[in-house]
């Protein structure tokens, strides 16, 4: 049966009801009240504020733990949702049973009950939803599990194959566990109507790996709220202030000191920066498991006076540091798989009118044209670092063309509200079980 949706497709634009899953409630509901979160999260709360400001209607919707599911339309009013079967005696009690010879054979979860109860709660609160977008997550298959008997619409934002993200930061899932997240990701890769991949690498990625048609697919680089992150006087002033930087040449990273965030690289070339320009400073905004490392790197250089970390910060203080900084930074080690790479922090520094100097990598090199609205640099090159932060200190005049340049090409191109208006065009297309190569 069609829904409304489908039958009105040639119509005018209109309200639709948006079923919007993440894989996890508290890192989410922590984006959605400002507090400091993954960038992941973050992205999810543009979407889903973008979609409200385009008039439609927004139900979230996630595990909260491996028994109780979050069904909302209000982040601050957060109660369980209702299962049926799920919720019996005879169910519990298998579950249980079936736990314990597992334990007792020494093998992990496998998150099968867990799926099923994420399946029955959705089952309950799912019908009148025009279609299910779901970021996808590494053992979650319960909400494809329920759009494929219900025949909903159901739409995956595809930002990294995390089995092997996992691979590459040396924390691989192995066994029955790494076949069991495989057989997730194949079930809900063969399930969507449609998925966005932030990259054309994360899109060839899906063909050749886990052979997804390609009239499923569609490119969405990730996007920067170009209002939030114009450049602020004062906030300069006052951040500028408060890190002790009134005057010194600045360079600025945020991120999450992930393994495929080069932060070594940097703190190399900065030290040598310093030598020639011993007033310049390095801010570093985020948190995550190699700060520790890249605190004893600074310590190790000798360069802890000019270096500043912060820690991490509630996302909407992230504009008053880059409006604080002369000089952005997105460094990247080679790498074999690049899959993931679309930066948020790069249109962030775009927006706000930042230098950038960038690793010549992935989707990267498709966004900044070398010499016109930033510098890209060979990754894990220290002395292509260096060069190009001396030369951003010493020409000022280059600063401001490259930031207004790339500030330009931010608001013109990599927006929310044009990611959000195509994305709406491509709910329309997936409502309608059209093809969305051609998007």
């Known amino acids: 049966m069609l829904t409304a949706a489908q039958r009105d497709f040639d119509s005018t634009p209109r309200t639709l009801r948006i079923a919007l899953g993440v894989p996890e409630w508290q890192p989410f509901q922590h984006a959605m009240e400002n507090k400091p979160a993954d960038a992941t999260y973050v992205i999810q709360r543009y979407v889903a504020m973008g979609l409200k400001e385009k008039g439609h209607q927004v139900t979230y919707i996630a595990p909260d733990g491996l028994e109780d599911f979050v069904f909302t339309e209000d982040h601050q009013n957060v109660k369980p949702a209702k299962r049926t079967w799920s919720a019996g005696l ?3 009690f298998f579950s249980k049973a ?3 010879l597992q334990s007792f054979l020494d093998i992990p979860y496998l998150n099968v009950f867990s799926n099923y109860r994420y399946m029955d709660a959705c089952l309950q609160r799912l ?7 779901e970021r996808n997550g590494l053992y979650n298959s319960g909400l494809a599990m329920a759009c494929r008997k219900m025949n909903i619409p159901y739409l995956i934002f595809f930002e990294a194959d995390q089995i092997m993200e996992l691979d590459i930061m040396g924390k691989p899932i192995k066994g029955l566990l790494r076949w069991r997240a495989e057989q997730i990701l194949r079930y809900n890769l063969e399930t969507a109507d449609g998925i966005i991949c932030v990259s054309n690498a994360g899109k060839d990625h899906l063909i050749k790996k886990w052979d997804v048609p390609a009239r499923k697919l569609v490119v969405f680089p990730n996007a920067v709220d170009v209002r939030k992150f114009k450049s602020n006087t004062d906030a300069r002033t006052q951040v500028r202030k408060t890190l002790n930087v009134v005057d010194n040449p600045t360079m600025l990273f945020v ?3 992930f393994h495929w965030h080069d932060v070594a690289t940097l703190l190399d070339a900065f030290a040598y920066v310093l030598k020639s320009h011993p007033d310049a ?4 905004v985020g948190d995550g498991e190699r700060r520790p490392a890249m605190v004893k790197r600074v310590a190790d250089l000798g360069i802890y006076h000019a270096v500043s970390f912060t820690g991490l910060v509630p996302h909407t203080e992230v504009p008053r540091y880059m409006s604080a900084a002369d000089i952005a930074v997105v ?6 798989q690049e899959m993931w790479l679309s930066p948020l922090k790069l249109f962030e520094y775009m927006a706000s009118g930042r230098a950038v100097v960038a690793s010549e990598i992935g989707q990267i090199i498709e966004v900044i044209q070398n010499g016109e609205n930033g510098l890209l640099v060979p990754p894990g090159d220290v002395s292509a670092l260096t060069n190009a932060l001396n030369e951003l200190i010493h020409d000022t005049d280059l600063r401001s063309r490259l930031g207004a340049r790339a500030k330009e090409d931010a608001e013109r191109k990599y927006s929310w509200d044009h990611y959000i208006s195509r994305l709406a065009t491509m709910f329309e297309a997936v409502i309608a079980r059209q093809p969305l190569d051609s998007i």
């Open 90 to 92: 005879l169910f519990t």
């Open 98 to 100: 079936v736990w314990k």
């Open 127 to 133: 019908p009148g939803h025009d279609l299910v977008y």
């Open 255 to 257: 991120g999450n000191f």
């Open 281 to 284: 400073r390095l801010v570093l």
């Open 331 to 336: 460094p990247y080690p080679p790498m074999q």
